[in-house]
T-cell receptor
Framework: AQSVTQPDIHITVSEGASLELRCNYS??????LFWYVQSPGQGLQLLLK??????LVQGIKGFEAEFKRSQSSFNLRKPSVHWSDAAEYFC????????????FGTGTSLTVIP | DSGVTQTPKHLITATGQRVTLRCSPR?????VYWYQQSLDQGLQFLIQ???????AKGNILERFSAQQFPDLHSELNLSSLELGDSALYFC????????????FGPGTRLLVL
């Protein structure tokens, strides 16, 4: 069965520091991979996605993610965090051959300290 | 703003009652997805409709039902409500029925007392 693991429930970083949020998935073939961000009281906003091709994908707000098939990972990175990046981050997997639903990780809550 | 609208924003009701949540997809999107977000279950896929027909089903309870109308808006009906149904319900939409980017609405927060 498909599954997504975000091992870090909560991360705290200083403003200006680099950030990496981890995501591991379980799926037999190449999945469709997404990162969404949810600010308090808001819906989910797409940061970036990977379908195929270049394994390093660029997203909005200065975020990037790298697909590593050998590690079944799709980690999200940002070189310099801004206070406005404080939010909940969700990794999602879409499994093309098992229907049209997304499987979401449990989320990582990011706190940014000045 | 994703272009997906959901009403109402907040809903407070009592156990045993029935409520209807409404979703309007982005202009041009044919697929609508419903998700439930709760503290203990996280984000769970409930159901998908594509151009008026049910396309995929997830962890949707029998007390819940949904439909998509000819104008492509969708409604999620929750009946015989229980305390555990309190959650944030999201609607998302995408252009087609196959896997692609889903755009999420702001959600409806349901509180069952």
């Amino acid at each position: 069965a498909q599954s997504v693991t975000q091992p870090d429930i909560h991360i705290t970083v200083s403003e200006g520091a680099s950030l990496e949020l981890r995501c591991n998935y379980s799926y037999g073939a190449t999945p469709y991979l997404f990162w969404y961000v949810q600010s308090p009281g808001q819906g989910l906003q797409l940061l970036l996605k990977y379908f195929s091709g270049d394994t390093l994908v660029q997203g909005i707000k200065g975020f990037e993610a790298e697909f590593k098939r050998s590690q079944s990972s799709f980690n999200l990175r940002k070189p310099s965090v801004h206070w406005s990046d404080a939010a909940e981050y969700f990794c999602a997997v879409g499994a093309p051959d098992t229907g049209n639903q997304f499987y979401f990780g449990t989320g990582t809550s990011l706190t940014v300290i000045p | 703003d994703s272009g997906v609208t959901q009403t109402p924003k907040h809903l407070i009701t009592a156990t045993g009652q029935r409520v209807t949540l409404r979703c309007s997809p982005r202009s041009g999107d044919l697929s609508v997805y419903w998700y439930q977000q709760s503290l203990d279950q996280g984000l769970q896929f409930l159901i998908q409709y594509y151009n008026g027909e049910e396309r995929a089903k997830g962890n949707i309870l029998e007390r819940f039902s949904a439909q998509q109308f000819p104008d492509l808006h969708s409604e999620l009906n929750l009946s015989s409500l229980e305390l555990g149904d309190s959650a944030l319900y999201f609607c998302a939409s995408s252009v087609g029925g196959r896997l692609e980017t889903q755009y999420f609405g702001p959600g409806t927060r349901l509180l069952v007392l």
